[in-house]
């Protein structure tokens, strides 16, 4: 399922956008935006055909399908052991909106989020563009330990919320479960809802453990908004769909409220839904032998990746990204994106305050969502350029 005969680069380059193969010039690899090259499990186009035939499209409940609910739920149960009511989650355009409408439903002007720094761009995104302050808590990439000292000392009474990406995009970060015991102990003692996006908690890479920190506990469940996402473990970034899930009937409301879903000016599309469900119900094993072959790959780009001079990469736990140092190479980000980009025709992400915060700079980020045979001739090219 995940041999380079199945990646269908003709396809690629009209459909996947967003810095991948139908943006970039003719002949570079883009190893950049998250997204998989392989085709989506066969279940999920069926159960679209299968919907489709009806020909009928009407209008969904504004709190989702039935059955998109109640396969979320039983997810949520039984692979991340949380206490899950199906009557509090619902489906959003994408885990970005999801990520969005929480930012709108618990901040105010001038109230203080915090964020990992570095992260992915959406968080301080969703939370400025609601008139909030985004204040972030540095974390060193380049290794997995934590000192959570520092994070209680950014709390002020302007604060409202702590954002959890966890696994951590781009450092491929999985907290521990102490980890998290201590971030939700700060959160329920200073009343601070915590934002904990999950898009990468399937893609966790042995021995790391994943624990959903709505899962310790009724005290930090009920401080906890859990977003999730299909784009990262299925492949179905353009179908645009993702969950909310709040933990008791207030939070939930505000969340409904914010999201407009009522008024159908948004809302996640039916189709959408019927193919996440599908991925739910039926792809678990396409899911399991995707990680393994991520897991293969994780190690082939580190590997690669410390064999260059200049560069050094931890192993990410989660996520299906690298993040290389490259500081000790002399140039910046930037510039070592573009000489990738112009002599090795390889694109990357370089580490820039936009995307990540400023702890990604000095950075580069490589997705390895691809086959073997491309990843490997990405990386010829790259060491051809550099050695
Ligand atoms: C941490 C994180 N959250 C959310 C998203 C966005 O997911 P979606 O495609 O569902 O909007 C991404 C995509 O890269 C991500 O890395």
């Not at 329920?188 to 042995?206: A, G, R, T």
């Amino acid at each position: 399922m995940f041999h380079s005969s199945t990646v269908d680069l003709a396809i690629l380059k009209q459909r996947a956008y967003n810095l991948r193969w139908a943006t970039v010039p003719e002949g570079v690899i883009p190893l950049t935006a998250a997204d998989p090259d392989f085709p989506c499990a066969v279940e999920i186009s069926e159960a679209i055909k299968e919907y489709s035939g009806s020909r009928y499209f009407s209008y969904g409940p504004p709190d989702g399908l039935p059955v998109f609910k109640e396969s979320m739920a039983g997810y949520f149960r039984n692979k991340r052991g949380i206490n899950a009511d199906a009557a509090f989650i619902f489906p959003v355009d994408s885990a970005a909106f999801g990520i969005y409408i929480t930012c709108k439903a618990f901040l105010n002007t001038g109230d203080e989020a915090i964020i990992f720094d570095p992260v992915d761009f959406l968080f301080r995104y969703s939370v400025e563009s609601v008139g909030g302050v985004a204040v972030p808590f540095s974390i060193p990439a380049g290794t997995n330990a934590l000192d959570f000292s520092g994070l209680e000392e950014l709390v002020t009474t302007r604060t409202k919320m702590i954002c959890l990406c966890n696994p951590l995009n781009p450092t491929g970060k999985v907290f521990t479960k102490e980890e998290l015991l201590q971030l939700g102990s700060i959160a329920v003692k200073h009343n601070l809802i915590i934002l904990s996006d999950e898009i990468w908690s399937d893609i966790v890479f042995q021995p790391a453990v994943y624990t959903s920190i709505a899962s310790l506990g009724d005290e930090i469940r009920n401080t906890t908004v859990t977003v999730t996402g299909f784009s990262k473990s299925y492949g179905l970034a353009g179908l645009r769909i993702g969950a909310v899930m709040a933990s008791n009937q207030v939070h939930f409301q505000r969340l409904i409220d914010a999201s407009l879903h009522g008024s159908t000016i948004h809302g996640a599309n039916v189709v959408s839904q019927i193919a996440a469900t599908a991925a739910l119900d039926k792809c678990e094993y396409w899911l399991s032998g995707f990680i393994s072959h991520l897991q293969a790959m994780r190690d082939l780009t580190v590997n690669n990746l410390n064999s260059i001079r200049g560069f050094s990469c931890i192993a990410p736990e989660g996520c299906y990204v690298a993040f290389a140092n490259i500081t000790a190479t002399g140039k910046t980000s930037i510039e070592m994106s573009e000489i990738l980009l112009n002599e090795a025709k390889v694109r990357v992400v370089p580490g820039m305050k936009e995307w990540f915060g400023e702890g990604a700079n000095g950075f580069i980020r490589v997705s390895f969502a691809t086959s073997e045979e491309i990843l490997q001739q990405a990386f010829d090219r790259i060491k051809t350029t550099l050695l």
